[in-house]
């Protein structure tokens, strides 16, 4: 055991990275190690990385540079790296050669390996490289700490088989694999056990779940499934691809009462020419109607999206497109990027790139376009009351906390501590963009 040896765990990217850092959290705990938020007392500091744009890889590389001062002053420091970014060899490759005060570098795949990884660097001390490509298995059982004790995430598949053509996470993940649904269910019954309120089923397409499985289960028959637990209160789920999303999933929105009236759908543009080029594999029409669809099983559902600016070759008239599927689809919220070019994929060679220019002024027109929006529809709450989720007290107001409602929106609103972790009635008095403000209703 490493008693009193204190570790300090940075995390970029996706829940799926988030969760990941919980499992390395929960090994860490249970060899003695405790966690420390002072990177100055940090025995192992640990960087959980994220490949998916060119801005979360050079945090990372920042970052790394600036723990050689303290690598100098304490010897004795372990710097440890894994998550997406080492998944790539060329990366690899740049840390042994210009980061040389990093000891060990592991994978997406091999997280569970991290005890028998410490060992083997604490004898031979020199930089320690162990990163597979793959795992057939799916590994059960890796203890977790959990960031809250209200609300958790299940990892229900990994990988991804869609080979987005922008996308780097089919590489740095591996092929999609679903998880047992016994496994998942007892994994969201120990939580509800344990007080848990909400679930958050993680998988890069969830829609596809179950398709590597003998039972062939598929995603609305686990909701089903998961919706029948007792003590839970809510069950969210992320992320849905466009093309998977099948009726029976809708109809298992609609009639779970503990599924979240919120669907994550990422249309990424609304051109048919750049779709096709991006291996979306549905048209701006079929998206139109599909949403058209949602609203009409499910009239309150919030729907939420991603959208990629300055993918290859597009032009003014796509991104027209782009725009006119925000005004139709009257997204609640919208995750915004602008295109990175990520060495490996097929979009990485394409040619006609758009200028760096050029894709910011589509950027801005297209927040200018989503914003309104995202205004209205919580503009659209006020006087109503609504189940908030209470989580923490608000960052700019320490008399105010703040939640989520079933349909994912932020809330703030006065109460104490005590409230935290509970689902609460909150009527709604304000609306901005992005959050909403109320009074406990009871
Ligand atoms: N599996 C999820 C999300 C994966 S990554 C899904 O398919 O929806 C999250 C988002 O990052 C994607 O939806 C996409 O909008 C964005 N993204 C991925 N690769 C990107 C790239 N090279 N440049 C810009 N945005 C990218
Ligand atoms: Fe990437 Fe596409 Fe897979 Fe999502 S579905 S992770 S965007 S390849
Ligand atoms: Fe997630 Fe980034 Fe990896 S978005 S899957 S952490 S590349």
């Known amino acids: 055991m490493k008693m009193n040896k204190k570790y300090l765990i940075t995390t970029w990217g996706c829940q799926m990275n988030e969760h990941d850092s919980e499992k390395i959290e929960g090994i860490l705990n249970s060899l003695g190690y405790i966690a420390t938020s002072d990177k100055e007392k940090a025995d192992l500091i640990i960087y959980n990385t994220c490949l998916v744009r060119e801005n979360a890889e050079l945090k990372v590389y920042g970052n790394l540079g600036e723990l050689k001062r303290l690598k100098r002053e304490n010897p004795n420091l372990i710097i440890a790296i894994c998550g997406c970014m080492m998944q790539k060899e060329e990366v690899r490759l740049v840390i042994k050669e210009k980061y040389s005060h990093v000891d060990l570098i592991f994978g997406t795949h091999n997280i569970h390996k991290l005890p028998e990884l410490l060992e083997d660097h604490d004898q031979k001390k020199n930089m320690l490289v162990d990163v597979w490509e793959d795992n057939e298995e799916i590994v059960e059982g890796v203890p977790t700490k959990r960031k809250y004790d209200f609300k958790a995430f299940i990892n229900i598949m990994y990988g991804c088989n869609n080979f987005c ?31 848990y309120k909400e679930i958050t089923l993680l998988g890069q397409n969830v829609n596809s779940y179950g398709k590597t499985l003998d039972s062939k289960l598929t995603f609305a028959q686990l909701l089903h499934m998961l919706n029948e637990i007792d003590d839970l209160e809510r069950i969210r789920f992320m992320t849905s691809h466009p093309k998977d999303l099948s ?54 559902i919030s729907l939420t999206t991603d ?51 050029i894709k910011h002024q589509r950027f801005q027109k297209l927040l200018d376009t989503l914003h309104p929006i995202s205004f209205e529809r919580n503009k659209e709450l006020i006087g109503k009351t609504v189940k908030v989720l209470a989580e923490d007290f608000s960052k700019n107001d320490s008399t105010k906390l703040s939640g989520r409602t079933d349909t994912n929106r932020l809330v703030h609103f006065k109460g104490g501590d005590d409230l935290i972790g509970k689902i609460v009635n909150v009527k709604i008095l304000k609306a901005k963009t992005w959050t909403l403000e109320g009074e406990i209703d009871v």
Do not use: W
């Open 165 to 195: 053509t922008y996308c780097i996470v089919p590489y740095t993940r591996g092929r999609e694999k679903s998880r047992e649904p016994e496994d998942i269910l007892e994994e969201a019954l120990k939580l509800s056990k344990e007080g």
């Open 247 to 300: 009726d029976d999933l809708i109809n298992a929105i609609k009639t779970c009462e503990k599924v979240s009236n919120h669907l994550h759908l990422p249309f990424q543009s609304g051109s048919n020419r750049i779709l096709k080029k991006m291996n979306r594999r549905y048209t701006k029409e079929q998206y139109l109607s599909l949403v058209e669809k949602i609203r009409k099983e499910i009239p309150d």
């Open 307 to 357: 959208i990629i600016v300055g993918f290859p070759e597009e032009t003014e008239a796509d991104f027209e497109d782009t725009l006119e599927v925000v005004r139709k689809a009257r997204f609640d919220s919208a995750f915004t990027f602008l295109y990175s070019i990520r060495e490996g994929t097929p979009a990485a060679d394409m040619e006609n790139q758009v200028p760096d220019e």
